[in-house]
């Protein structure tokens, strides 16, 4: 007990540290024949791996302090981007075409201990991209699990589905929000709650107010800024066929991001079920089909370095999930990251995979 205490409070003195390096930006654009969910990730560290995750696995989280654990099988299969290991997604999509992205929110506070089970922040993606088809199902999850509050870092989501409905989620004095359907009138998400997003929109031309927004000088750790320029090319995006919704997509992302720490560009066609993106150490736009995929849990992971220099349709490139490379990423992520956990934590969480067993 006293080492989980210990361990506890090294996070917590990290925190504020982590939270100031963050800047990412995330949003969903809709036509009459296309679905998309862009996202830069802008951080301090730009290595990881993508990974599959597969369905019909039975899990059981691992938390380094005591609670009540969340079990679960999982129903869908997935692709996600993982840097902190194996089962502990930056964000992804599963085979359902269900969207989930992380941003720091440093004004979030996790529910208290009650009788629902806990799990870890990213833990809780990886819930969601293996259950929930839909954000009513996400929604409908909070009635069962929630993040605990001695979990890491402090986070907000957006999520959509494949019907082409979006769904912010918060964790605000303890109690979880969420904005969807009228209540998300803008399918943007940066690093300030989404209701002071909106406050500061109706300030600007073109949203009730008179300043215009500015893209020549916004400052790209200025989440509410990041957040109006987002707004504002999803308003002004028109149809066109000579420029791909893919394509006015990456330009967003390239408005709003960080120049020297957007490590990350990933587009989500969730009609396609396509994954495009590329890093900030390699720039040529890579893409893959989940269809591609075996997701059944008799069959074995697979994973690619996020920073391939391949381009095209990388589902070739992908090779079988290696314990010793997600260990090593584990490892380097959490020194490098500044979370100075325990080597015992550290190295649970690298093997907690290898403990995942088929249901079938």
């Not at 990730?41 to 005591?66: A, C, E, H, Q, S």
């Not at 997604?89 to 720091?104: F, H, K, Q, R, S």
Request: proline letters at 2%; glycine letters at 4%; one cysteine or more.
């Amino acid at each position: 007990m006293i080492k989980k205490l210990i361990s506890l409070g090294i996070i917590l003195f990290i925190l504020a540290t982590i939270q100031q390096v963050n800047a990412c930006s995330t949003f969903c654009l809709k036509d009459s024949k296309n679905l998309v969910f862009g996202r830069s990730y802008d951080w301090n560290i730009g290595y990881g791996y993508m990974m599959t995750n597969l369905r019909n696995v039975k899990k059981t989280r691992f938390l380094p302090y005591d609670e009540k654990l969340t079990t679960w099988t999982s129903k869908y299969g997935s692709v996600t981007i993982n840097q902190y290991g194996k089962e502990y997604p930056i964000g992804g999509m599963n085979e359902m075409g269900l969207v989930i992205d992380v941003m720091t929110l440093k004004d979030t506070y996790y529910p208290n201990p009650d009788e629902r089970s806990a799990i870890d922040e990213l833990g809780w993606v990886q819930y969601q991209l293996d259950n929930s088809a839909s954000i009513q199902d996400v929604i409908e999850s909070n009635k069962t699990i929630r993040i605990s509050n001695k979990t890491f870092v402090k986070l907000h989501f957006l999520v959509s589905d494949a019907s082409g409905r979006t769904l912010a989620v918060e964790f605000l004095n303890g109690v979880a929000t969420f904005h969807y359907d009228e209540n998300l009138p803008y399918k943007c998400l940066t690093n300030s709650t989404y209701d002071n997003s909106l406050v500061y929109l109706k300030n600007l031309n073109g949203f009730s107010g008179q300043t215009p927004v500015d893209y020549e000088h916004h400052i790209s750790g200025n989440s509410l800024e990041r957040f109006a320029i987002c707004a504002d090319m999803l308003n002004k995006y028109k149809e066109d066929i000579n420029t791909s919704i893919i394509d006015y997509s990456f330009d967003i992302l390239n408005k709003v991001k960080d120049d020297v720490r957007s490590q990350f560009q990933i587009v989500y066609d969730l009609k396609n079920k396509e994954i495009h993106f590329r890093s900030l150490q390699s720039s040529n736009i890579k893409m893959v089909k989940l269809s591609s995929f075996n997701f059944d849990c008799t069959s074995k992971p697979m994973m690619i370095d996020v920073n391939t220099t391949s381009d095209g349709n990388i589902f070739n490139k992908f090779s079988q999930y290696d314990s010793t490379a997600n260990r090593e990423l584990v490892i380097k992520s959490y020194r490098e990251t500044g979370i100075k956990l325990p080597e015992n934590i550290i190295l649970k969480i690298a093997r907690w995979p290898e403990n995942l067993k088929c249901s079938q």
